[in-house]
């Protein structure tokens, strides 16, 4: 199954840390070309005078839950955040692999149920 193969990559990138940053930049194109309307991605610049952006966070809203990577100085955190009309009700910070195993998970079953969904998932996929 083609949503298997995007875990693969995923787990394969995340088991060498030196790849965490790669990992990162992959993930953020990814969401934004796939969920472009639920997706926002921020970005810094490198360095002082550099020109070249690095992502610093992630933030992927899908139905009741806000999902937020955030590049830190030795990796990176991520949570599972869920809203009652705008409002955070509960935080859950998520390991990086349980955060893309959630965010994955919530994909496939709001493509069970929507054809925009579905093909949302297919974009980010490939």
């Given at each position: 199954?083609?949503?298997?193969?995007?875990?693969?990559?995923?787990?394969?990138?995340?088991?060498?840390?030196?790849?965490?940053?790669?990992?990162?930049?992959?993930?953020?194109?990814?969401?934004?070309?796939?969920?472009?309307?639920?997706?926002?991605?921020?970005?810094?610049?490198?360095?002082?005078?550099?020109?070249?952006?690095?992502?610093?966070?992630?933030?992927?809203?899908l139905?009741?839950?806000?999902?937020?990577?955030?590049?830190?100085?030795?990796?990176?955190?991520?949570?599972?955040?869920?809203?009652?009309?705008?409002?955070?009700?509960?935080?859950?910070?998520?390991?990086?692999?349980?955060?893309?195993?959630?965010?994955?998970?919530?994909?496939r079953?709001?493509?069970?149920g929507?054809?925009?969904?579905?093909?949302?998932?297919?974009?980010?996929?490939?």
């Open positions: 199954m083609a949503d298997d193969s995007f875990d693969l990559d995923a787990s394969a990138l995340r088991a060498d840390g030196a790849d965490l940053s790669v990992f990162v930049e992959v993930l953020a194109r990814k969401l934004e070309a796939a969920l472009p309307a639920e997706t926002e991605v921020r970005r810094r610049s490198k360095g002082l005078l550099s020109r070249e952006k690095v992502v610093e966070s992630i933030e992927v809203s139905g009741d839950h806000r999902y937020v990577l955030l590049r830190e100085r030795r990796g990176v955190s991520a949570s599972r955040a869920q809203e009652v009309r705008g409002v955070v009700i509960k935080r859950q910070p998520l390991e990086l692999d349980a955060w893309v195993d959630a965010l994955t998970g919530q994909l079953e709001l493509a069970a929507s054809a925009a969904a579905r093909a949302a998932l297919e974009r980010l996929v490939d």
